[in-house]
């Protein structure tokens, strides 16, 4: 399962529709979705940049009302309570709820069929899904939030080990793609450093157990042990 979600986190890293965001860039974003990722635990830093984008919507107002960005206290006076969204799918509490406008705490199948239904609700080409009332309201509420954003940003990962999660984080990218020219930001989450490049060098077909079968049928004598 982890060499097939590597291989589709790749997958995604190459398609033009989607643009791999930097730190600079997730800190630039106006609306961010987590989706089965406890970013602190597997990326601090990153988990630091979301934190620091949530305070655009702060920014976004004090320009408005001609204050310079730099005078902290005036800004922090003027948003109180004002914040850019932030929406968190997980199995598990995660230490970034402080600041999420949205999060919903459910089974890695239900947080799926909400990812899958948000990507619905946000163009109707997506494939449709039925839910229960009470997620269908959550779907709702989150698709909402990223219809009225000009710089969405999607963060998804291998960590939990789902590939639908991965694969939902993709079709809510694409609805966001349709109605804008640009890539849609993307960030997409190994738990290991060497988990991309390692998966640079293998191919699709290549997972362990083709390995293990080459050695057992004698076609290969020698293994190289990476890491």
Do not use: M, Y
């Not at 929406?87 to 995660?94: G, S, Y």
């Not at 309201?137 to 080990?161: D, E, M, V, W, Y």
């Amino acid at each position: 399962v982890e060499h097939d979600i590597n291989q589709l986190l790749l997958q995604l890293n190459r398609d033009a529709d989607f643009h791999v965001a930097s730190i600079r860039d997730i800190e630039h974003c106006d609306a961010v979705l987590i989706l089965g990722e406890d970013v602190t635990n597997v990326s601090p830093r990153i988990a630091l940049a979301v934190r620091q984008a949530v305070h655009n919507k702060a920014r976004q107002l004090a320009e408005a009302n001609n204050i310079p960005t730099w005078q902290d206290a005036a800004v922090r006076e003027l948003a109180q309570h004002e914040r850019s969204p932030l929406a968190i799918l997980h199995t598990h509490a995660t230490r970034l709820d402080d600041v999420a406008t949205e999060r919903l705490v459910a089974g890695q199948r239900e947080l799926a069929q909400v990812a899958f239904a948000v990507a619905n609700a946000l163009h109707g080409e997506a494939p449709a899904i039925n839910l229960p009332d009470e997620l269908k309201t959550a779907a709702r509420a989150i698709a909402s939030l990223f219809a009225k954003a000009t710089r969405p940003l999607i963060i998804a990962g291998s960590s939990s080990g789902n590939t639908d999660l991965v694969k939902a984080a993709a079709n809510i990218a694409r609805a966001l793609k349709q109605d804008r020219e640009a890539a849609v930001d993307i960030c997409l989450l190994t738990p290991e450093v060497n988990t991309i490049g390692l998966s640079l060098l293998a191919s699709p077909e290549r997972d362990i157990d083709a390995a293990l079968s080459a050695i057992e049928s004698g076609r290969v004598t020698h293994a190289i042990v990476v890491e």
